[in-house]
């Protein structure tokens, strides 16, 4: 496709369950990169993949959210045993270059993630 | 904890009117983004800049590294560019590359 998309667009959980979000970025990016927005701030970093290999996954916030990237392209970002303080909008965005390089990253839609 | 702060938070301005953002970021950094976000999300990338000036159209980003600041412009303001403004600095720890995001200016024109 021509840009990063994610699905779905808006989810809804109900406090306790586990969420699936999708990231398809930009064919033929090798870096890919989660965040999460809380309403009213800027986005925080969570994870980062370099093709299939998660090499920060500093800003996950707790053992509940896990992230892959298995085959280098599409990624999932799971959160298990959703809490409130989990809604948030997560954005993903990929860029063409790794590692050192200041690549510009291409951000997608974001899901909003709404836990009641 | 901020290591990027913007201001002002929110602007409110008349269409036509000369617009400033600020930004100022605490580490060093190998360059520094400014990004548009419309309500919905989506994150449109304006600029990356690591030194001087960059034009595009009315919009304009400078940075000082020495001072390490930044400040976005936006020349003959329109409705259109009602949105939030995010200022992002990308630096390097342990080896890989991180973008770290101000809280965003909400910027509101008028007509």
């Known amino acids: 496709g021509a840009g990063v998309s994610q699905s779905p667009r808006y989810k809804v959980a109900k406090r306790g369950q586990d969420v699936a979000l999708r990231c398809d970025p930009i064919?033929?990016?090798?870096?890919l990169f989660w965040y999460q927005q809380a309403l009213g701030q800027g986005p925080e970093f969570l994870t980062y993949?370099?093709?299939?290999?998660?090499?920060?996954k500093s800003g996950l916030p707790s053992d509940r959210f896990f992230a892959e990237r298995p085959e280098g392209s599409v990624s999932t970002l799971k959160i298990q045993r959703t809490q409130q303080e989990d809604s948030a909008v997560y954005l993903c965005?990929?860029?063409?270059?790794?590692?050192?390089?200041?690549?510009?990253?291409?951000f997608g839609p974001g899901t909003r993630l709404t836990v009641t | 904890k901020n290591e990027v702060e913007q201001s002002p938070q929110n602007l409110t301005a008349q269409e036509g009117e000369f617009i400033t953002i600020n930004c100022s970021y605490s580490?060093?950094?190998?360059?520094l983004h400014w990004l548009q976000q419309h309500p919905g999300g989506g994150i449109v990338s304006l600029f990356m800049?690591?030194?001087g000036k960059k034009k595009h159209g009315r919009l304009i980003a400078t940075i000082n590294i020495q001072e390490k600041h930044s400040s976005l412009h936006i020349t003959a303001s329109h409705p259109r560019d009602s949105a939030v403004y995010i200022c992002?600095?990308?630096?390097?720890?342990?080896?890989?590359?991180?973008?770290?995001f101000g809280q965003g200016t909400r910027l509101t024109i008028n007509p």
């Open positions: 965005a990929s860029s063409l270059g790794a590692g050192h390089s200041a690549y510009e990253q291409y």
């Open positions: 064919s033929g990016h090798v870096s």
């Open positions: 993949f370099q093709n299939e290999a998660q090499l920060d």
């Open positions: 580490v060093g950094i190998s360059a």
């Open positions: 800049l690591s030194s």
């Open positions: 992002a600095v990308r630096f390097r720890i342990q080896g890989a590359q991180k973008l770290v």
